[in-house]
């Protein structure tokens, strides 16, 4: 099993609706969060970052976070054509001594106009 | 303020010759940590240099190696270079480790091994 998953896509959704993303992580003890955008041949862009339970708004980006289920979510409202991109879910493997970030392999989000 | 700039952004080589990259963290960050990322894949760790000092490194051979300096920008060098090294090489830099925070990524150098 992987230590974050992430369905690799790709997702399609209509301008306008809610795009839905998830990610899943084996290690019950990741404490962190980040979600990343990345416009193909481009590098990772910070989104947003969430460590607490419950939801995290920034905008028209929501971040929830589920620790007895294991998942993360990012929610994506008012859909635009930009927003097509791949979005990576990362987390600081557990452990004081770790220092990497543990990435899925991204879903590919496409906006149809 | 300079985000973190990386160079070349690319590079052909040769199966078997070395290369060096590039890395100037953000102003105000003091750690860097290096990517490589394959074509529809998520970044993989190579190492973290904080303090002028490899802190951690990931799962890669030793031909991999780097350098941070006191300015704290860094190399990655890659020795013996193999076909399977082509990839996006991405530079991370963060305050501290990145834990809290996260990282900005500089916009790596394309690496292709021929």
């Known amino acids: 099993q992987k230590e974050v998953e992430q369905n690799s896509g790709p997702l399609s959704v209509p301008e306008g609706a809610i795009a839905s993303l998830n990610c899943t992580y084996s290690d019950r003890g990741s404490q962190s969060f980040f979600w990343y955008r990345q416009y193909s041949g481009k590098s990772p862009e910070l989104i947003m970052f969430?460590?607490s339970n419950g939801d995290k708004e920034d905008g028209r980006f929501t971040a929830q976070l589920n620790k007895a289920s294991q998942y993360v979510s990012l929610l994506i409202r008012d859909s635009q054509p930009s927003d097509s991109a791949t979005y990576l879910c990362a987390s600081p493997r557990a452990g004081d001594s770790n220092y990497q970030l543990i990435w899925g392999a991204g879903t590919k989000l496409i906006i149809k106009p | 303020d300079a985000g973190v700039t990386q160079s070349p952004t690319h590079l052909i080589k040769t199966r078997g010759q070395q290369v060096t990259l590039r890395c100037s963290p953000k102003s105000g960050h003091d750690t860097v940590s290096w990517y490589q990322q394959a074509l529809g894949q998520g970044p993989q760790f190579i190492f973290q240099?904080?303090?002028?000092?490899?802190?951690q490194r990931g799962n890669f051979p030793d031909r991999f190696s780097g350098h941070q300096f006191p300015n704290y920008s860094s190399e990655l060098n890659v020795n013996a270079l193999l076909l399977g090294d082509s990839a996006l090489y991405l530079c991370?830099?963060?305050?501290?480790?990145?834990?809290?925070?996260?990282?900005?990524f500089g916009s790596g150098t394309r690496l292709t091994v021929v």
């Open positions: 991370a830099s963060s305050l501290r480790s990145g834990r809290v925070y996260g990282y900005t």
């Open positions: 240099y904080y303090e002028e000092e490899e802190r």
């Open positions: 969430i460590y």
